[in-house]
């Protein structure tokens, strides 16, 4: 693939990351990448920004040369009822909403009741993109979201940080993004790549997905990192 997209990214601003906003863009620009997304940590992550920060996004130039900057957050999914953090009078002003489970802030039960919450996240009308469903931090049946995914258009991110030998998450993380894809494939169900990158170097970085992409045989028409329109029209129609 000729990837032209990576949309989940973080700065120095999420607090655990270690790239300004401008290290972040000048990479981008060098890996020539038509669409870069910024998604800083919602406030429920310890560290992270304020609500204020999501309000002044408006400062920040989105045209970089040929390059489009999506400015937008990496809300949390709290609990089992699908609840998101931040506030909902803000999400207006972001450009792209990916939602996630991340342990330090999720209150979570059963398989399916995490289930249940996880497709609750994915028909919120806010919510463009699931990051990292496939990680292991929540128990989760992947075919009802898969179809969940298809029926309400999100996307389901296959995140390559996860897939990190030095995250200890592959004994969960490698069986179930084998199982989101080959779900995905039978349902033809978009995906998008995610390098969730927190440094400079790691954007637009799939190197761990590429094996688990060829063990599916997974159809290149449906990852949309090489189609920087299709996706850009498909957020405006969301």
């Known amino acids: 693939m000729n990837i032209q997209l990576d949309v989940h990214t973080h700065t120095i601003v999420s607090g655990h990351a270690f790239s300004t906003l401008t290290e972040m863009v000048t990479e981008a620009q060098r890996r020539k990448l038509k669409v870069f997304g910024i998604t800083e940590h919602a406030p429920s992550v310890p560290g992270t920004c304020t609500f204020l920060y999501f309000r002044n996004l408006h400062v920040v130039p989105r045209q970089w040369g040929d390059m489009r900057l999506l400015l937008g957050a990496e809300l949390n999914i709290l609990d089992t009822t699908g609840r998101l953090d931040n506030d909902e009078g803000y999400f207006h002003l972001l450009d792209l909403r990916i939602a996630g489970i991340h342990s330090v802030c999720w209150q979570g039960g059963d398989i399916e009741t995490n289930t249940a919450g996880m497709i609750n996240a994915i028909r919120n009308p806010w919510t463009n993109i699931i990051s990292?469903?496939?990680?292991?931090?929540?128990?989760?049946?992947?075919?009802?979201?898969?179809?969940?995914?298809?029926?309400?258009?999100?996307?389901?991110?296959?995140?390559?940080?996860?897939?990190k030998p030095c995250r200890g998450k592959l004994e969960k993380a490698i069986p179930n993004n084998l199982e989101i894809l080959r779900l995905c494939k039978k349902y033809e169900v978009p995906v998008i790549l995610g390098s969730d990158a927190h440094?400079?170097?790691?954007?637009?970085?799939?190197?761990?997905?590429?094996?688990?992409?060829?063990?599916?045989?997974?159809?290149?028409?449906?990852?949309?990192?090489?189609?920087?329109?299709?996706?850009?029209a498909w957020l405006g129609n969301m």
Not at 138 to 158: G, M, Q, R, S, Y
Not at 199 to 212: F, G, K, W
């Open 132 to 163: 990292h469903p496939g990680d292991g931090t929540a128990d989760l049946l992947f075919e009802p979201i898969v179809l969940a995914a298809k029926e309400t258009n999100t996307l389901l991110e296959i995140n390559n940080s996860s897939l």
């Open 199 to 232: 440094i400079h170097y790691d954007i637009a970085c799939y190197d761990n997905i590429y094996p688990l992409l060829a063990e599916v045989d997974f159809p290149e028409k449906l990852i949309v990192n090489d189609k920087p329109d299709n996706f850009m």
